[in-house]
């Protein structure tokens, strides 16, 4: 065993129910520049040729591919490709990329603030190196391919499927404008969120959208206090008043409900999703994958507002049906052969 708990790849027999899997992700990272004797600019690497780190007690090791292992073409002078490789012990590759995704993203989260600068994944495999294992092995390999690559859960961008086929757009009118300021805000906002690049951008761009429909549209009731405890306090047992007061997170339930249609149960979930405004909410929680589909509920209920707002008709677009999917990290899956840079 490696030090971390990861298999390395021998020939050692691995027990039938798991596999060891090596995870390997092409970076493209900056270069830095400066200028030679001559005034011609220099660029060189920013690392060393290989390097080490252990997250989450997940060893991960970086390394400069060569050129015979380097299948894509250079990015250019400014910038260049590394290898990042972990191992995983997992009865298949996707469970083996679960297990130490939150390891990648927090060396690549480091690596980026020392550049100051997102380091993206470029190609993303998992490759079956359960031993033992040769060179031209034909082995059972998942491929997250360029130009999308892999995506971390803070980086995810769905893209929802739609109606098919879409129907033509019939004319259009500027009711919105013609309701206030506030519904030309919320639009503003709804737009936003679908051209910010990525979920959790999108979702508080579209939860201003509704915080803005709902403070005009919506009925803020009072609702008694709750303690820390989780006990209801009517009123105050010193003075003996009411502590009931007007709450933002009731009323904007209550409107997800009553106007969006959605459950108590989505809407609950909807504002719980709200607090990463606070940084309430770690991408490393496996909540943090259901951020797509609380999305697309959130974009159906301000769509139907803004919808109703405008006096548009059911059958005119968008449509955005909150139980509908969506597609974000893609891959292949298939076989390849063992090559001897894969057991480096």
């Not at 079956?128 to 294992?133: A, E, G, N, W």
């Not at 092995?137 to 998942?142: A, F, G, K």
């Not at 579209?206 to 009731?221: K, P």
Request: proline share 9%; aromatic share 8%; net charge negative.
């Amino acid at each position: 065993m490696e030090p971390g708990g990861n298999t390395k790849a021998t020939g050692a027999q691995t027990p039938r129910d798991t596999r060891l899997w090596r995870i390997a992700a092409l970076l493209s990272l900056p270069r830095g520049v400066e200028p030679d004797v001559a005034g011609n600019l220099k660029f060189y690497s920013r690392l060393p040729d290989e390097m080490h780190c252990v997250f989450h007690a997940t060893d991960i090791r970086f390394l400069r591919p060569t050129p015979s292992t380097d299948a894509f073409p250079s990015p250019g002078d400014l910038r260049e490709h590394w290898r990042l490789d972990v191992d995983a012990s997992a009865p298949d590759a996707i469970s083996a990329i679960q297990q130490v995704v939150a390891a990648i993203e927090s060396a690549l989260d480091h690596l980026a603030f020392r550049f100051q600068e997102p380091v993206p994944i470029v190609v993303l495999e998992a490759l079956d190196l359960t031993p033992p294992v040769a060179i031209g092995d034909q082995r059972e390999s998942l491929l997250f391919p360029a130009p999308s690559g892999y995506r971390t859960p803070k980086f995810v961008r769905t893209s929802f499927m739609g109606r098919d086929p879409e129907p033509l757009v019939q004319g259009l009118s500027d009711s919105i404008e013609a309701a206030g300021p506030w519904a030309r805000a919320a639009l503003h906002w709804y737009v936003k969120s679908l051209a910010a690049p990525f979920d959790p951008d999108r979702f508080i761009c579209a939860w201003v959208s509704l915080e803005i429909l709902e403070g005009q549209l919506g009925e803020r009731t009072p609702v008694p206090y709750v303690g820390p405890c989780g006990h209801l306090i009517v009123s105050c047992p010193t003075c003996g008043k009411k502590t009931a007061k007007k709450t933002a997170g009731a009323s904007l339930k209550k409107f997800l409900v009553e106007r969006g249609g959605l459950s108590e149960v989505q809407a609950a979930d909807l504002w719980k999703t709200r607090q990463i405004l606070h940084g309430a909410n770690d991408f490393d929680d496996p909540e943090a994958y259901d951020l797509a589909g609380r999305l697309h509920s959130l974009l159906a209920v301000t769509s139907r507002v803004l919808k109703e707002i405008a006096g548009m008709p059911a059958s005119a677009p968008p449509f955005l049906d909150p139980q509908a999917g969506g597609m974000s990290n893609v891959y292949l899956v298939g076989t390849r052969a063992v090559a001897a840079a894969d057991l480096v």
